[in-house]
Structure formats: structure tokens, C-alpha cells
């Protein structure tokens, strides 16, 4: 199955290059924070979202997002499990049709002195904060 809706990318109108009404996104790490900040933002101007994210149910804003409308799915999936994270896609591209774009936002911090984190520390945090990144594209 084509994921992604290759036609959206050849834009004859430069004023459409950022219209996302109608168009299917993905984000990730969108239960809270800046993921879910994403998705009301898209959705307010007519995006559909499918959020990926480690929490196990949504967060009630987002909730309330799937009650104005608009066809928003939640999937629980870690980003760092690529199987898991491949099944997930599929599923997406599956409800939605196609994907148009995705925004990795999932991410942790450890929050400590640079010269302080471990080897694990830093492999973890790029795993998770790189990982969906590299794995979509
Ligand atoms: N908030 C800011 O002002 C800010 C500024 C600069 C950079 N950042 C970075 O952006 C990223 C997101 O920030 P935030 O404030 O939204 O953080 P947040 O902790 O509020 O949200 C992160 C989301 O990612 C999800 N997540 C974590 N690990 C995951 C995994 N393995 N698989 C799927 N989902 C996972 C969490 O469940 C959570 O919902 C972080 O890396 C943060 O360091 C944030």
C-alpha cells in the first residue's frame, strides 16, 4: 500500500503549499504537549489526525478534539518498537486512505547536567526523539 499521497506534492498554486484541510497527518507523541498542541492547531484548520503515542488513552483534550468534527483517531504504539510502529502506519494508512505528512513530536529529556548522562541516557533519548523521524521517511 502507497502511505503517502505523492500527488499532494507537486503544487502548481503556491497558495495551497500549506492548506491542510482534508489532508490526513500523523503525529506522534500527540497525547499532551507539543503533539497535542499540533493537532488542535491542524485540526482547527480542517486536518484529520492520527495520533501515535506511548500513553496508553487519550488525554481528554484530545477527547474533545474528536468531538468538533473532523476524523482524529488515537493509537497507542511506542516509537522506538518499528515492528510495532510499522503495524501502526498500516493501520493509519488503512482508517485515513492515505497519509499526507507527519510531525515526530514524541519526545523525552533527561533532565540532568550533560556531562551526567549515561551512555543509556543518550541512546534512549535519540531513539525516541530521532527514531519515528528517520523510520517515516
Ligand atoms: N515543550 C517545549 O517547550 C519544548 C521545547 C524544545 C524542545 N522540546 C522537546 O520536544 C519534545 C516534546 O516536548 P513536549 O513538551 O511535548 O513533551 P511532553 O513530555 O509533554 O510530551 C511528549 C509526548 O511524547 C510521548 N512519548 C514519549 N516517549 C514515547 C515513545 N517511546 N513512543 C511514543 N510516544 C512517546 C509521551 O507519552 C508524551 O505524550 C521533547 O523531546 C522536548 O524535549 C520541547
Known amino acids: 500500500m502507497a502511505l503517502w499521497d505523492k500527488s499532494s ?3 502548481a ?11 490526513n497527518v500523523v503525529i506522534t507523541g500527540g ?3 507539543l503533539g497535542l498542541h499540533f493537532a488542535q492547531c491542524l485540526a482547527q484548520f480542517g486536518a484529520n489526525i492520527a495520533v501515535i503515542d506511548l500513553a496508553s ?3 481528554e483534550a484530545f477527547l474533545e478534539l474528536q468531538g468538533k468534527g473532523g476524523n482524529h483517531k488515537y493509537y497507542q504504539a511506542d516509537v522506538t518498537d518499528y515492528d510495532g510502529l510499522e503495524s501502526t502506519i498500516d493501520a493509519i494508512a488503512n482508517d485515513f486512505g492515505s497519509i499526507n505528512g507527519c510531525i515526530p513530536a514524541a519526545g523525552i ?3 540532568r547536567p550533560f556531562l ?3 551512555k ?3 541512546d534512549s533519548t535519540l531513539a525516541v526523539n530521532l527514531g ?6
Open 13 to 23: 498554486d503556491p497558495s495551497k503549499l500549506f492548506e491542510v484541510k482534508g489532508k
Open 109 to 111: 529529556i533527561r533532565d
Open 57 to 59: 488513552k487519550p488525554s
Open 9 to 11: 506534492s507537486g503544487h
Open 132 to 137: 519515528m523521524a528517520a523510520t517515516e521517511t
Open 116 to 118: 551526567e548522562h549515561s
Open 31 to 33: 497525547a499532551r504537549g
Open 120 to 122: 543509556s541516557d543518550i
